[in-house]
């Protein structure tokens, strides 16, 4: 591969659930464009909410799959029209919301591969789909597809060990199997099924793109180890699944050229590049350009965590992936869904300011006197309990705190947990482990220096708010170079850096050393406390 030139762009599209984006990017890194095409309301015919249909026994949730393609004619249009270069495009890639599926009918290749450039994509795909509407990560409707996945890996952690996930319901084995069993006439018209994100890519690509390893992991298919498909995993599925989903790639593979159709109807360069698609996720990984022993903690509603792993050691709670931008290594997701709006009820109670809360957090000690709290106003994840449960530097239960006591044992108690799942998952802090915050609550200096205290490390804020398409556009750069041995970071050196907010008090390793003992302790004894109804 020629080396990057001046005058080149990279794009970076993300369909997620409730728009599709896009992102173009200059030989610098210089962002140079931002458009998206948002489902609801500049697609009204499709009548989603959020981006989706919600069934009525409200646990299916689908996306009509033909809005996604005419998402995109509109998306290339609106940048035509703007008088964007499309031939100045040396690369592209993308993202799409994890786990969600799409199933093409028998000859939708041949229609893939003789595209009418007069015609817009969703007129040309009409008859493309044997599944009109396709499941998405919001699913929660194949509970016996689970069941009956564990029963045949013996079990949910011999599943997490083979997957990196135990059986989740929006995960797409699962969702394939329940098509199986449910529709068996659209299942008999499919010749391939796509991830959201190999979808996409087979649009650009003017015939089937392979799903890449990254959010391939998110199917609950993928031996890790292999990296290939389990044909255990497979077989519990449903019948003759490995040409279905065909072999999977790394996620830098260069996938082939733009389809003429774009070079003809958009004026793209024949030479464009389209490089693997992958999930929304490991995009954002590339996004935030995480290294390894970094750690991204994005808070908001939910609080979720990115790991960089070399040694996964896949678990009952979280996600392993193979990671994105370096196919020898691994990520990790955690999430906790007590984030932001547990913080908010704290800071109400004590009168609404977000300054009280802060000086709270400043004025009581590292290790908080040896109190400390789980704050669980929903059930939480991770671990599976619920309710407010205080305990005194003895281990005993106590009814409530003090005010500044409170809020400390929220904070260090949030960041405790990630810190002790997290390396749960094989995760260790190591000398020069960056914390990099996003998020709401990562534009609070002090919650940001107990995150820095609790994993001994400093803590840098990023701009996520496009992380998705960032990490799409950089991936399209990078997969150019990675042929010839570049590694993504030399390849996206002049990205944006994260800002320096907070570095670790001196007895921080030691207060929270110890103190992580002891939550590990109490955080078992809650879980044994909490029986759940089912």
């Not at 893939?112 to 994509?121: E, G, I, K, N, Y």
């Not at 992958?278 to 609080?303: C, E, H, K, W, Y």
């Not at 908010?344 to 000086?359: A, K, V």
């Amino acid at each position: 591969m020629a080396a990057v030139q001046d005058q080149d762009v990279f794009l970076g599209f993300d369909f997620s659930t409730q728009q599709l984006k896009v992102l173009a990017l200059d030989s610098e890194l210089q962002v140079l464009l931002e458009d998206h095409v948002q489902f609801d309301l500049d697609l009204p015919e499709f009548r989603t909410q959020g981006g989706v249909h919600i069934h009525s026994d409200r646990l299916t949730v689908t996306s009509p799959v033909l809005m996604w393609v005419q998402a995109l004619d509109k998306l290339l249009n609106k940048m035509k029209s703007s008088g964007f270069d499309f031939s100045r495009v040396r690369a592209l890639s993308g993202s799409g919301q994890q786990h969600g599926s799409v199933f093409w009918r028998k000859g939708a290749a041949q229609t893939l591969r003789t595209l009418d450039p007069d015609l817009d994509l969703s007129k040309i795909l009409q008859e493309s789909f044997s599944v009109q509407y396709s499941p998405v990560w919001m699913d929660s409707s194949a509970k016996p597809q689970c069941d009956a996945l564990e029963r045949a890996a013996g079990g949910a952690l011999r599943l997490a060990r083979i997957t990196g996930s135990k059986a989740y319901e929006r995960f797409t084995g699962n969702q394939i199997s329940k098509m199986f069993q449910t529709h068996p006439e659209e299942f008999q018209q499919t010749e391939r099924i796509s991830l959201v994100s190999s979808f996409a890519a087979s649009l650009f690509l003017g015939g089937y793109a392979p799903i890449d390893l990254s959010d391939g992991s998110g199917m609950n298919l993928l031996d890790l180890s292999l990296r290939d498909w389990s044909d255990l995993c497979l077989n519990a599925c449903a019948p003759g699944l490995r040409p279905l989903l065909a072999a999977p790639v790394p996620s830098s593979s260069v996938l082939g050229p733009v389809s003429s159709y774009f070079v003809k109807r958009f004026g793209f360069s024949e030479s464009c590049r389209v490089v693997a698609f992958t999930g929304d996720n490991p995009a954002s990984l590339a996004g935030m350009r995480l290294q390894p022993g970094d750690i991204a903690v994005s808070l908001g509603t939910s609080d979720t965590v990115f790991l960089w792993l070399q040694f996964p050691r896949p678990a009952l709670e979280g996600h392993v992936f193979i990671n994105p931008v370096n196919t020898q290594d691994y990520m990790a997701l955690l999430c906790f869904k007590n984030g932001s709006l547990v913080r908010q009820r704290i800071r109400d109670e004590l009168g609404g300011s977000w300054g009280h809360f802060s000086s709270a957090l400043s004025s009581s000690p590292l290790g908080n006197h040896g109190n400390i709290g789980f704050y669980f106003d929903v059930l939480e994840i991770l671990p599976a309990a619920v309710g407010v449960h205080r305990f005194d530097a003895q281990d005993n239960k106590v009814s409530s705190f003090p005010t500044h006591t409170e809020v400390r044992a929220l904070v260090e108690g949030q960041f405790l947990s990630k810190r002790l799942h997290a390396e749960r998952l094989g995760y260790t802090i190591v000398p020069g482990t960056r914390v990099l915050a996003t998020g709401g609550a990562s534009s609070n200096l002090q919650i940001l220096q107990v995150l820095s205290d609790v994993f001994n490390a400093p803590v840098y804020t990023i701009d996520s708010s496009n992380s998705t398409c960032l990490g799409s556009a950089y991936r399209a750069l990078h997969g150019l170079v990675a042929e010839s041995g570049v590694s993504f970071f030399d390849a996206v050196k002049n990205g944006s850096e994260p800002k320096l907010i907070a570095t670790p008090h001196p007895q921080a390793k030691q207060v929270y050393d110890e103190m992580l003992k002891r939550f590990t302790r109490l955080e078992e004894r809650v879980l044994q406390e909490f029986h759940p109804h089912d």
